[in-house]
């Protein structure tokens, strides 16, 4: 990993691009969204849920009339102390992002929620997810004073194994918390990531 500035980090990843380069870079605020990349989230965010990925709309298809106000909530609510964005590209393109959040209040502010982890289905197995984890969870240390790291999964999925091998720890699950049809039901599985 090579530090750039505060909003920017490279990582070498292997098979990412001719280059094996990885550019994340922070946003904090919604005007350090462009409208390219809100765009681009956004067909991220279409493309992972309709290939089967459990991020937030779990009944496919969706398209832009479904994701664009759910992506401008997330955008419009970007703050430095409470919600920030880290997008990576490969080249000039989105290949994956991931939200970092925590609620201001003082008796929770010390800890925080990854709420989306997403990259897009022609960059998969390529080290993005770990690298945009790895991160976030830098972010989430130096920067946001977190002390630890929360998540929710879909039971199901195998995402489980793929947060355990970054570390963490499932913690608990609600057994058939997500009902995605009748007979589909699937528990939701919470994890933690702490020490940071």
């Not at 690298?131 to 999964?153: I, P, T, W």
Request: a neutral charge.
């Amino acid at each position: 990993m090579r530090l750039g500035s505060a909003d920017v980090v490279s990582w070498q990843t292997s098979g990412v691009d001719e280059h094996g380069g990885l550019v994340i870079r922070q946003h904090c605020d919604p005007a350090q969204v462009s409208a390219k990349l809100r765009l681009e989230l956004i067909d991220c965010w279409i493309q992972v849920s309709n290939a089967g990925g459990a991020v937030g709309f779990p009944f496919p298809p969706v398209n832009s009339q479904i994701v664009s106000p759910v992506a401008d909530e997330l955008i419009g609510g970007l703050v430095p102390a409470c919600s920030r964005l880290l997008a990576a590209s490969a080249g000039s393109a989105l290949a994956g992002w991931v939200h970092l959040q925590r609620d201001p209040n003082p008796l929770i502010a010390h800890w925080g929620v990854i709420s989306r982890l997403q990259t897009l289905p022609s960059f998969r197995g390529k080290g993005i997810g770990g690298a945009l984890m790895m991160y976030a969870r830098q972010v989430a240390r130096e920067e946001m004073g977190l002390e630890q790291l929360r998540l929710a999964v879909r039971g199901g999925t195998g995402l489980e194994s793929f947060y355990t091998r970054l570390g963490w720890t499932v913690t608990g699950r609600w057994p058939g918390a997500l009902r995605l049809a009748p007979g589909d039901d699937r528990d939701e599985i919470l994890m933690i990531l702490t020490p940071l």
